[in-house]
């Protein structure tokens, strides 16, 4: 008799211990509002989410407007090209680069010609070294010179360079003349 | 006084445009301010290239009319005249940026060389007469050895004479072979110049022949100098593909190294670089010009690597 009573006694202990816990678990009113609230916001921003999707325009709805942007790239396209459409659509032509370098003048390319006629004169040293005075001799001069010589130089080819480029240019032509026969005043004395 | 003996290589192929006188001048160049070695150029082609990768035509139209050239040297052996090589030197005629490159001379050549160096040069002639043979075997001789009397005076005072031929084998060219000890021949790898080489290295060898039995019949056998040897071939103007040899060239070579040896070809090269004409039009060598392809082409320092093996060659 002792045993099936202890059974049923640590049966029933069992049972309150885990009723308890329970209990335990359980939440309280406090919590219970807490989550109510948290659900209820929840809820309330899936809402939001469903309506602003009703909103959104399906793909099939813009089959149409997709057209219209597919035109109007193509006519802002056909303006560039065509001025009278550009002036009506007030389209501009984006501006030409600009190379950089030094622009020649038409002054520059007129003393030029004389120019080159009397450093033909001067022997290869003696070149080089009138080309090498800045104030005389800017960078835009000893291009339209350099121009003139039959050069063509990247344009932006440095002042030392550009001055060695031209003394060699006009000392090899003139060697050119000579072994042709066909210079007609005789050279000035070359360096030593 | 450092007493030199000269090492006398000449430059040769009878076909032109395959960079003899580019590597002439720049192994020159390079012996001489690289490794501190005295160098005498002698320009022997009438095309007077090498002259002018040294110096401007009107610099050298001074020195013609002052001193003389290889012509000028030319016409006084043939009129068995003292021929005064000091006086034809040019010494250092190479400027650069108003410096002068030290330890490279030069006796500058002529175009009016070019009808002198038809005259006797037949590699076919025979001796025509019995009676004669011993005239013409000398006459020969003499013929052949303008550059050897031209130059015997130079060869105690430079390490290095390098001879620019020009592209044939005529009088000078024999000339050249019969005073160097070693001639290097210049080829780009391709089809024709291949066949050329094998041309080249018989018409050596009978000219060769060709003195040593002119000796004989001159009646003096106990002659026994000896024509130049093959020193080298060097490949210019080698295509390249990305970073390689192009499949041609690059086949070329090594069908010309299985026929030669591959001990008879330099391993370096030069590759076609628009560099060396720029720097030809300043003349000086590519890696004093001042222009982008210049020095893009010095930086690969392909004539350093030639002139490298050139010295543990000769």
């Known amino acids: ?192 | 006084m450092n007493m030199r003996c000269a090492k006398v290589i000449a430059f040769i192929n009878y076909k032109g445009g395959v960079g003899k006188t580019t590597t002439t001048y720049h192994v020159g160049c390079c012996l001489a301010q690289d490794h501190g070695k005295k160098v005498l150029l002698v320009d022997i082609d009438p095309q007077t290239n090498l002259t002018f990768l040294c110096a401007p035509v009107e610099e050298w139209r001074k020195f013609k009319h002052r001193e003389g050239t290889v012509a000028s040297m030319y016409r006084r052996f043939q009129d068995k005249k003292p021929l005064d090589t000091k006086r034809h030197v040019w010494r250092t005629p190479i400027k650069v940026g108003g410096v002068r490159i030290p330890n490279v001379d030069l006796i500058p050549c002529d175009v009016e060389l070019l009808g002198e160096d038809l005259g006797g040069g037949s590699l076919t002639g025979t001796f025509p007469a019995m009676e004669a043979l011993r005239r013409q075997a000398k006459e020969f001789l003499r013929e052949r050895q303008f550059l050897r009397k031209a130059l015997a005076e130079a060869l105690n005072s430079y390490d290095y004479i390098l001879i620019d031929c020009p592209p044939n084998l005529y009088l000078m060219t024999q000339n050249a072979i019969v005073v160097s000890d070693f001639y290097v021949i210049t080829a780009i790898p391709d089809h024709l110049s291949t066949i050329g080489l094998s041309i080249l290295q018989k018409k050596v060898e009978k000219i060769g022949k060709l003195v040593h039995s002119a000796n004989t019949f001159a009646g003096d056998s106990r002659r026994t100098e000896t024509v130049a040897r093959l020193g080298g071939v060097v490949f210019v103007k080698v295509r390249i593909g990305g970073s390689l040899i192009t499949n041609m060239h690059y086949n070329t070579m090594a069908a010309v190294r299985e026929f030669l040896g591959e001990s008879a070809c330099f391993s370096a090269y030069t590759t076609e670089l628009i560099g060396y004409a720029e720097a030809a039009e300043r003349s000086c060598p590519v890696w004093l010009a001042d222009t982008p392809n210049a020095r893009r082409a010095a930086n690969k320092g392909e004539y350093q690597s030639i002139t490298d093996e050139f010295l543990e060659r000769f």
Request: net charge positive.
């Open chain 1, 1 to 192: 008799m002792g045993t099936r009573k202890k059974t049923q006694i640590s049966k029933a202990k069992d049972f309150l211990t885990r009723l308890d816990t329970l209990i335990k678990a359980l939440p309280t009113e406090a919590e219970k509002k807490e989550a109510r609230g948290k659900f209820a916001a929840l809820a309330g921003f899936l809402n939001e989410l469903k309506d602003s999707l009703e909103l959104l325009p399906s793909r099939e709805n813009m089959q149409e407007a997709s057209k219209a942007v597919a035109w109007a790239t193509d006519l802002i396209a056909r303006a560039e090209a065509n001025p009278a459409m550009a002036a009506v659509f007030r389209a501009r032509r984006s501006p030409s680069r600009k190379r950089k370098g030094v622009a020649i003048s038409e002054a520059d390319i007129q003393k030029a010609k004389s120019e080159v006629a009397s450093l033909r004169e001067l022997s290869g040293e003696a070149i080089r070294s009138r080309l090498q005075d800045e104030e005389r001799y800017p960078l835009a001069r000893l291009r339209a010179i350099a121009s003139e010589t039959g050069l063509k130089v990247p344009a932006k080819t440095a002042r030392e360079p550009l001055v060695e480029q031209i003394a060699t240019r006009i000392v090899n032509y003139r060697g050119y003349q000579m072994l042709s026969g066909k210079e007609t005043t005789e050279n000035a004395d070359a360096d030593a």
